[in-house]
Protein backbone atom coordinates (compact mmCIF):
# COMPACT_ATOMS: atom_id res chain seq x y z
CA UNK A 1 0.00 0.00 0.00
CA UNK A 2 2.41 2.64 1.51
CA UNK A 3 4.61 1.93 -1.97
CA UNK A 4 1.82 2.06 -4.14
CA UNK A 5 1.26 5.73 -2.67
CA UNK A 6 5.28 6.57 -2.96
CA UNK A 7 4.97 5.71 -6.77
CA UNK A 8 5.20 8.63 -8.96
CA UNK A 9 2.07 8.28 -11.37
CA UNK A 10 3.30 8.27 -15.38
CA UNK A 11 2.92 11.35 -17.41
CA UNK A 12 1.33 11.00 -20.83
CA UNK A 13 3.19 12.42 -23.71
CA UNK A 14 1.73 13.47 -26.94
CA UNK A 15 3.68 14.94 -29.94
CA UNK A 16 2.45 16.62 -32.39
CA UNK A 17 4.49 15.05 -34.59
CA UNK A 18 2.88 11.62 -33.89
CA UNK A 19 -0.35 10.88 -36.61
CA UNK A 20 -2.79 10.17 -33.73
CA UNK A 21 -1.98 13.72 -32.06
CA UNK A 22 -6.26 14.62 -32.71
CA UNK A 23 -6.52 11.81 -30.03
CA UNK A 24 -3.91 13.22 -27.81
CA UNK A 25 -5.74 16.18 -27.73
CA UNK A 26 -8.87 14.78 -26.79
CA UNK A 27 -7.49 13.03 -23.96
CA UNK A 28 -6.21 15.67 -22.35
CA UNK A 29 -9.04 18.12 -22.59
CA UNK A 30 -10.98 15.16 -20.73
CA UNK A 31 -8.04 14.87 -18.08
CA UNK A 32 -8.30 18.83 -17.70
CA UNK A 33 -12.43 18.61 -17.74
CA UNK A 34 -11.91 16.18 -14.89
CA UNK A 35 -9.51 17.86 -12.46
CA UNK A 36 -6.34 16.83 -13.53
CA UNK A 37 -3.03 18.32 -14.92
CA UNK A 38 -1.53 18.63 -18.51
CA UNK A 39 1.62 20.86 -19.77
CA UNK A 40 0.67 22.36 -23.24
CA UNK A 41 2.63 24.96 -25.37
CA UNK A 42 1.30 28.20 -25.77
CA UNK A 43 3.41 31.01 -28.17
CA UNK A 44 5.68 32.20 -25.37
CA UNK A 45 6.88 29.35 -23.36
CA UNK A 46 5.06 26.05 -22.07
CA UNK A 47 2.21 26.32 -19.34
CA UNK A 48 0.85 23.97 -16.90
CA UNK A 49 -2.56 23.95 -17.29
CA UNK A 50 -5.52 22.77 -15.11
CA UNK A 51 -9.58 23.90 -14.64
CA UNK A 52 -9.02 27.08 -13.42
CA UNK A 53 -12.44 27.33 -11.84
CA UNK A 54 -11.81 23.88 -9.84
CA UNK A 55 -9.72 24.65 -6.81
CA UNK A 56 -8.43 21.04 -6.45
CA UNK A 57 -7.37 20.67 -9.72
CA UNK A 58 -5.16 24.40 -9.65
CA UNK A 59 -3.83 22.77 -5.80
CA UNK A 60 -2.13 20.18 -7.88
CA UNK A 61 0.18 22.82 -9.85
CA UNK A 62 1.44 24.57 -7.01
CA UNK A 63 2.34 20.72 -5.78
CA UNK A 64 3.65 19.93 -8.78
CA UNK A 65 5.70 22.76 -9.38
CA UNK A 66 6.39 23.58 -6.15
CA UNK A 67 5.06 27.00 -5.75
CA UNK A 68 4.25 29.29 -3.37
CA UNK A 69 0.41 29.16 -2.58
CA UNK A 70 0.23 33.29 -2.33
CA UNK A 71 1.78 33.82 -5.94
CA UNK A 72 -1.47 33.54 -8.67
CA UNK A 73 -1.58 31.89 -11.93
CA UNK A 74 -2.53 33.39 -15.21
CA UNK A 75 -5.77 32.31 -16.63
CA UNK A 76 -6.02 31.02 -19.96
CA UNK A 77 -9.14 31.79 -22.29
CA UNK A 78 -10.42 31.13 -25.95
CA UNK A 79 -12.74 33.07 -26.36
CA UNK A 80 -13.90 37.07 -24.99
CA UNK A 81 -17.13 35.72 -23.47
CA UNK A 82 -15.39 33.49 -21.14
CA UNK A 83 -13.26 37.12 -19.86
CA UNK A 84 -16.57 38.50 -19.11
CA UNK A 85 -17.68 34.82 -16.97
CA UNK A 86 -14.60 35.57 -15.19
CA UNK A 87 -13.70 39.45 -14.71
CA UNK A 88 -15.99 41.59 -12.65
CA UNK A 89 -15.74 44.25 -15.28
CA UNK A 90 -13.39 45.25 -18.15
CA UNK A 91 -12.40 49.12 -18.49
CA UNK A 92 -12.46 50.20 -22.16
CA UNK A 93 -8.39 50.35 -21.88
CA UNK A 94 -8.18 46.82 -21.30
CA UNK A 95 -10.93 46.06 -24.12
CA UNK A 96 -8.91 48.51 -26.27
CA UNK A 97 -5.41 46.23 -25.62
CA UNK A 98 -7.27 43.31 -25.96
CA UNK A 99 -8.76 43.65 -29.22
CA UNK A 100 -5.22 44.99 -30.31
CA UNK A 101 -2.85 42.09 -28.94
CA UNK A 102 -5.43 38.79 -28.29
CA UNK A 103 -4.60 36.28 -28.92
CA UNK A 104 -0.91 36.95 -27.95
CA UNK A 105 1.57 37.40 -25.66
CA UNK A 106 0.09 40.05 -23.37
CA UNK A 107 -1.96 39.41 -19.77
CA UNK A 108 -4.42 41.72 -18.50
CA UNK A 109 -5.12 41.65 -14.54
CA UNK A 110 -8.65 42.92 -13.89
CA UNK A 111 -11.24 42.51 -11.07
CA UNK A 112 -12.06 39.04 -10.48
CA UNK A 113 -15.52 37.60 -10.11
CA UNK A 114 -16.47 35.46 -7.28
CA UNK A 115 -15.86 32.17 -9.41
CA UNK A 116 -12.42 32.08 -9.62
CA UNK A 117 -11.46 30.48 -6.48
CA UNK A 118 -8.74 32.01 -4.22
CA UNK A 119 -5.82 28.99 -4.98
CA UNK A 120 -6.20 30.65 -8.56
CA UNK A 121 -5.86 34.30 -7.62
CA UNK A 122 -3.23 33.70 -4.91
CA UNK A 123 -5.90 35.09 -2.41
CA UNK A 124 -5.78 38.25 -4.20
CA UNK A 125 -9.45 40.13 -5.57
CA UNK A 126 -8.04 40.04 -8.97
CA UNK A 127 -7.22 37.78 -11.82
CA UNK A 128 -4.75 37.63 -15.07
CA UNK A 129 -6.55 36.56 -17.90
CA UNK A 130 -4.90 35.87 -21.47
CA UNK A 131 -5.53 34.42 -24.85
CA UNK A 132 -2.34 32.72 -25.68
CA UNK A 133 -1.72 32.82 -29.69
CA UNK A 134 -0.85 28.85 -30.27
CA UNK A 135 -3.62 26.55 -32.18
CA UNK A 136 -2.72 23.72 -29.61
CA UNK A 137 -3.21 25.87 -26.70
CA UNK A 138 -6.67 27.56 -28.07
CA UNK A 139 -8.25 23.91 -29.03
CA UNK A 140 -7.27 22.53 -25.51
CA UNK A 141 -9.12 25.39 -24.10
CA UNK A 142 -12.18 25.04 -26.23
CA UNK A 143 -12.17 21.30 -25.57
CA UNK A 144 -11.91 21.00 -21.89
CA UNK A 145 -14.66 23.52 -22.23
CA UNK A 146 -13.64 25.97 -19.17
CA UNK A 147 -10.83 28.67 -18.80
CA UNK A 148 -7.42 27.06 -17.62
CA UNK A 149 -5.17 28.14 -15.16
CA UNK A 150 -1.64 27.87 -16.34
CA UNK A 151 1.96 28.87 -14.88
CA UNK A 152 5.01 28.15 -16.84
CA UNK A 153 6.04 24.34 -16.99
CA UNK A 154 8.35 24.40 -14.90
CA UNK A 155 9.83 23.66 -11.52
CA UNK A 156 9.43 26.87 -9.35
CA UNK A 157 12.87 29.23 -9.51
CA UNK A 158 14.19 27.43 -12.81
CA UNK A 159 13.97 28.81 -16.11
CA UNK A 160 10.69 28.92 -18.35
CA UNK A 161 10.29 25.53 -20.57
CA UNK A 162 10.32 26.53 -23.92
CA UNK A 163 9.92 22.87 -24.97
CA UNK A 164 8.26 19.66 -24.18
CA UNK A 165 11.58 17.81 -23.20
CA UNK A 166 12.18 21.00 -20.89
CA UNK A 167 8.91 20.23 -19.44
CA UNK A 168 9.90 16.31 -19.22
CA UNK A 169 12.79 17.13 -17.29
CA UNK A 170 11.19 19.29 -14.69
CA UNK A 171 8.07 17.52 -14.13
CA UNK A 172 7.95 14.13 -15.36
CA UNK A 173 5.95 12.04 -13.12
CA UNK A 174 4.40 14.71 -11.14
CA UNK A 175 1.43 15.70 -13.94
CA UNK A 176 -0.83 13.87 -15.92
CA UNK A 177 0.18 15.01 -19.72
CA UNK A 178 1.98 16.90 -21.92
CA UNK A 179 1.14 17.96 -25.56
CA UNK A 180 4.46 18.55 -27.22
CA UNK A 181 3.77 21.01 -30.29
CA UNK A 182 7.39 21.89 -30.79
CA UNK A 183 9.44 24.76 -29.92
CA UNK A 184 7.60 27.97 -28.35
CA UNK A 185 7.79 30.77 -30.92
CA UNK A 186 8.44 33.53 -28.83
CA UNK A 187 10.66 32.19 -26.03
CA UNK A 188 10.17 34.49 -22.74
CA UNK A 189 6.65 35.15 -20.58
CA UNK A 190 3.93 37.55 -21.63
CA UNK A 191 3.52 41.01 -20.85
CA UNK A 192 1.66 41.53 -17.60
CA UNK A 193 0.08 44.79 -17.21
CA UNK A 194 -2.70 45.18 -14.34
CA UNK A 195 -5.77 47.15 -15.63
CA UNK A 196 -7.72 47.84 -11.90
CA UNK A 197 -5.81 51.42 -11.65
CA UNK A 198 -7.12 54.10 -14.42
CA UNK A 199 -3.34 54.38 -15.27
CA UNK A 200 -2.22 51.06 -16.68
CA UNK A 201 0.68 49.27 -14.74
CA UNK A 202 3.36 46.82 -16.31
CA UNK A 203 4.19 44.56 -13.80
CA UNK A 204 6.47 42.45 -16.51
CA UNK A 205 7.96 43.28 -19.21
CA UNK A 206 6.94 40.96 -22.19
CA UNK A 207 7.30 40.74 -26.45
CA UNK A 208 4.04 43.50 -26.26
CA UNK A 209 6.41 46.49 -25.10
CA UNK A 210 5.98 49.54 -23.06
CA UNK A 211 5.96 51.54 -26.63
CA UNK A 212 3.16 49.07 -27.57
CA UNK A 213 1.00 49.83 -24.94
CA UNK A 214 1.07 53.61 -24.72
CA UNK A 215 0.43 53.50 -28.61
CA UNK A 216 -2.79 51.61 -27.43
CA UNK A 217 -4.03 53.54 -24.75
CA UNK A 218 -1.81 56.54 -24.07
CA UNK A 219 0.68 56.52 -20.08
CA UNK A 220 1.08 53.86 -18.26
CA UNK A 221 3.46 53.00 -15.41
CA UNK A 222 6.30 50.44 -15.12
CA UNK A 223 5.67 48.46 -11.87
CA UNK A 224 8.55 46.09 -12.72
CA UNK A 225 11.53 45.77 -11.26
CA UNK A 226 14.92 44.05 -13.13
CA UNK A 227 15.48 42.14 -9.87
CA UNK A 228 13.88 40.10 -7.72
CA UNK A 229 12.52 42.43 -4.24
CA UNK A 230 14.73 42.36 -1.04
CA UNK A 231 12.89 41.66 2.20
CA UNK A 232 10.39 44.55 3.39
CA UNK A 233 9.97 45.89 -0.60
CA UNK A 234 6.08 45.21 -0.97
CA UNK A 235 5.62 43.61 -4.37
CA UNK A 236 3.24 44.52 -7.30
CA UNK A 237 3.05 41.34 -8.31
CA UNK A 238 3.48 38.53 -6.29
CA UNK A 239 6.16 37.20 -9.03
CA UNK A 240 8.51 39.71 -8.28
CA UNK A 241 8.98 38.34 -4.92
CA UNK A 242 10.52 35.20 -5.58
CA UNK A 243 13.79 34.06 -7.40
CA UNK A 244 13.56 33.06 -10.86
CA UNK A 245 15.21 31.12 -13.81
CA UNK A 246 18.26 30.48 -11.60
CA UNK A 247 20.44 27.74 -13.20
CA UNK A 248 22.35 25.51 -10.48
CA UNK A 249 25.34 26.84 -12.34
CA UNK A 250 26.64 30.57 -10.70
CA UNK A 251 25.68 33.23 -13.29
CA UNK A 252 27.22 36.85 -13.79
CA UNK A 253 25.79 39.18 -16.18
CA UNK A 254 28.39 42.03 -17.38
CA UNK A 255 27.14 44.85 -18.83
CA UNK A 256 28.33 48.14 -20.55
CA UNK A 257 30.15 49.15 -23.50
CA UNK A 258 30.91 46.30 -25.77
CA UNK A 259 34.74 47.12 -25.62
CA UNK A 260 34.77 46.91 -21.79
CA UNK A 261 32.57 44.21 -21.57
CA UNK A 262 34.73 42.14 -23.87
CA UNK A 263 37.97 43.00 -21.23
CA UNK A 264 36.14 42.56 -18.20
CA UNK A 265 34.82 38.77 -19.56
CA UNK A 266 38.45 37.51 -21.07
CA UNK A 267 39.69 38.75 -17.95
CA UNK A 268 37.06 36.03 -15.53
CA UNK A 269 37.25 33.48 -17.89
CA UNK A 270 41.46 33.80 -17.64
CA UNK A 271 40.79 33.80 -13.65
CA UNK A 272 38.58 31.14 -13.53
CA UNK A 273 40.71 28.74 -15.45
CA UNK A 274 43.71 29.62 -13.72
CA UNK A 275 42.03 28.51 -10.95
CA UNK A 276 41.30 25.03 -13.12
CA UNK A 277 37.02 26.03 -13.21
CA UNK A 278 35.22 25.87 -16.20
CA UNK A 279 33.05 28.67 -18.02
CA UNK A 280 30.37 28.97 -20.23
CA UNK A 281 29.55 31.74 -22.35
CA UNK A 282 25.92 32.58 -22.95
CA UNK A 283 26.88 35.33 -25.80
CA UNK A 284 25.93 37.01 -29.14
CA UNK A 285 27.41 36.20 -32.23
CA UNK A 286 29.40 39.18 -32.27
CA UNK A 287 30.84 38.63 -28.84
CA UNK A 288 31.95 35.13 -29.39
CA UNK A 289 34.43 35.85 -32.26
CA UNK A 290 36.18 37.76 -29.83
CA UNK A 291 36.15 36.31 -26.46
CA UNK A 292 36.46 32.28 -25.84
CA UNK A 293 35.84 29.73 -23.06
CA UNK A 294 35.13 25.66 -22.53
CA UNK A 295 31.24 26.24 -23.54
CA UNK A 296 29.33 28.48 -25.90
CA UNK A 297 25.63 29.12 -26.08
CA UNK A 298 24.71 31.55 -29.18
CA UNK A 299 22.50 34.84 -27.94
CA UNK A 300 22.27 35.32 -31.73
CA UNK A 301 22.66 38.51 -32.94
CA UNK A 302 23.46 41.61 -30.72
CA UNK A 303 21.19 43.81 -33.01
CA UNK A 304 18.34 41.63 -32.96
CA UNK A 305 17.21 40.74 -29.53
CA UNK A 306 14.01 38.44 -30.36
CA UNK A 307 16.81 35.60 -30.88
CA UNK A 308 18.13 36.24 -27.76
CA UNK A 309 14.32 35.76 -26.27
CA UNK A 310 13.75 32.51 -28.22
CA UNK A 311 17.15 30.93 -27.08
CA UNK A 312 17.49 32.42 -23.44
CA UNK A 313 15.90 29.26 -21.16
CA UNK A 314 16.89 27.08 -23.47
CA UNK A 315 20.49 28.39 -23.43
CA UNK A 316 20.51 28.51 -19.55
CA UNK A 317 19.19 24.93 -18.88
CA UNK A 318 22.18 23.78 -22.01
CA UNK A 319 24.76 25.15 -20.41
CA UNK A 320 23.60 24.54 -16.77
CA UNK A 321 23.25 20.69 -18.29
CA UNK A 322 26.91 20.90 -19.01
CA UNK A 323 29.89 20.72 -16.47
CA UNK A 324 30.90 24.57 -15.75
CA UNK A 325 31.42 26.17 -12.68
CA UNK A 326 30.41 29.52 -14.46
CA UNK A 327 28.20 31.29 -16.71
CA UNK A 328 28.88 34.68 -17.63
CA UNK A 329 26.37 36.35 -20.15
CA UNK A 330 26.59 39.12 -22.67
CA UNK A 331 24.89 42.36 -22.19
CA UNK A 332 26.14 43.73 -24.85
CA UNK A 333 22.66 43.05 -26.32
CA UNK A 334 20.49 45.66 -28.42
CA UNK A 335 17.73 46.63 -25.62
CA UNK A 336 15.15 47.89 -26.99
CA UNK A 337 11.50 46.35 -27.81
CA UNK A 338 11.65 42.66 -26.08
CA UNK A 339 15.43 43.52 -25.25
CA UNK A 340 13.91 45.21 -22.31
CA UNK A 341 12.17 41.80 -21.40
CA UNK A 342 15.08 39.82 -21.96
CA UNK A 343 17.21 41.80 -20.32
CA UNK A 344 14.50 41.84 -17.21
CA UNK A 345 14.95 37.67 -16.90
CA UNK A 346 18.83 38.10 -17.47
CA UNK A 347 19.16 40.40 -14.79
CA UNK A 348 16.79 38.32 -12.29
CA UNK A 349 18.13 35.09 -13.67
CA UNK A 350 22.32 36.51 -12.38
CA UNK A 351 23.82 36.20 -8.90
CA UNK A 352 26.12 39.06 -10.01
CA UNK A 353 25.59 41.95 -12.21
CA UNK A 354 29.15 43.95 -13.42
CA UNK A 355 29.07 47.12 -14.50
CA UNK A 356 32.41 47.41 -16.90
O1 LIG B 1 3.45 33.73 -21.14
C1 LIG B 1 3.00 33.50 -20.01
O2 LIG B 1 2.50 34.39 -19.30
C2 LIG B 1 3.09 32.06 -19.48
C3 LIG B 1 2.22 31.18 -20.38
C4 LIG B 1 2.11 29.78 -19.88
O3 LIG B 1 0.96 31.78 -20.53
N1 LIG B 1 2.66 31.98 -18.11
C5 LIG B 1 3.41 32.45 -17.08
O4 LIG B 1 2.85 32.25 -15.83
O5 LIG B 1 4.49 32.99 -17.24
P1 LIG B 1 3.68 32.43 -14.48
O6 LIG B 1 2.77 31.95 -13.44
O7 LIG B 1 4.98 31.77 -14.62
O8 LIG B 1 3.83 33.97 -14.34
C6 LIG B 1 2.69 34.76 -14.06
C7 LIG B 1 3.09 36.06 -13.41
C8 LIG B 1 3.57 35.86 -12.00
O9 LIG B 1 4.67 36.72 -11.77
C9 LIG B 1 2.38 36.26 -11.17
O10 LIG B 1 2.75 36.77 -9.91
C10 LIG B 1 1.71 37.33 -12.03
O11 LIG B 1 1.92 36.89 -13.36
N2 LIG B 1 0.26 37.40 -11.77
C11 LIG B 1 -0.68 36.49 -12.06
N3 LIG B 1 -1.90 36.89 -11.62
C12 LIG B 1 -1.72 38.08 -11.04
C13 LIG B 1 -2.58 39.01 -10.38
N4 LIG B 1 -3.87 38.76 -10.21
N5 LIG B 1 -2.03 40.16 -9.87
C14 LIG B 1 -0.72 40.41 -10.04
N6 LIG B 1 0.15 39.57 -10.65
C15 LIG B 1 -0.33 38.43 -11.14
MG1 LIG C 1 6.94 31.28 -14.30
Known amino acids: MSNRMNMRCRTLVFRNSDENFEDGLAIAADIISKGGTVAFPTETVYGLGADALNADAVHKIFKAKGRPADNPLIVHIAN ?15 MKLMEKFWPGPLTLILKAKDVVPDVTT ?23 DTPIAAPSANTSGSP ?18 ILDGGPTQIGLESTVVDMTDKIPTILRPGQVSVEDIKECVGDVRIGYRDRTLEEGEVARSPGMKYTH ?20 MTEIVSDCHRE ?56 T ?18 DRIINA
Open 80 to 94: IHQCIELAEEIPADA
Open 122 to 144: GGLYTVGLRMPDNPVALELIRRS
Open 160 to 177: SPTTADHVIHDLDGKIDA
Open 245 to 264: YSPKTKVILIEGNIKDVHKA
Open 276 to 331: GERVGLFVTEETAKIVNADEIYSLGKREVPSQAARSIFMGLRHLDSTNIDLIIVDG
Open 333 to 350: LNKEGIGAAVFNRLRKAA
